[in-house]
Nanobody, 119 residues
Framework: QVQVEESGGGLVQPGGSLRLSCAAS????????MGWYRQAPGKQRELVAV???????NYADSVKGRFTISRDNGKNMVYLQMNSLKPEDTAVYYC?????????????WGQGTQVTVSS
């Protein structure tokens, strides 16, 4: 089994910053991609950012230039630095970890952490 746990959410004013962290633990031999998704009330879950095992990353257009994803392969952790936050960034943020096992990929999700951007 693999456990995924996010931390770092909270309430921040527009223009502020937050850093989300995500730790994966358990039966892990190798991790492929790690990423962050978000879901706002009444909307579908959407990709925010994803990072490969070699460090290449992709971002949603709405967060490019403001958010930065990074990972620590030795600790099985992924981070999301969020700057210049806007009210429309308000959502529950979920961590996604794709674990490689016997040539197959298994996706694991965290419970989510709330990010609220409001004055």
């Amino acid at each position: 089994q693999v456990q995924v746990e996010e931390s770092g959410g909270g309430l921040v004013q527009p223009g502020g910053s937050l850093r989300l962290s995500c730790a994966a633990s358990g039966n892990i031999f190798s991790i492929n991609t790690m990423g962050w998704y978000r879901q706002a009330p009444g909307k579908q879950r959407e990709l925010v950012a994803v990072i490969s095992g070699t460090g290449s990353s992709n971002y949603a257009d709405s967060v490019k230039g403001r958010f930065t994803i990074s990972r620590d392969n030795g600790k099985n952790m992924v981070y999301l630095q969020m700057n210049s936050l806007k009210p429309e960034d308000t959502a529950v943020y979920y961590c996604n970890v794709n674990v490689l096992r016997y040539a197959l990929t298994y996706a694991y999700w965290g419970q989510g952490t709330q990010v609220t951007v409001s004055s």
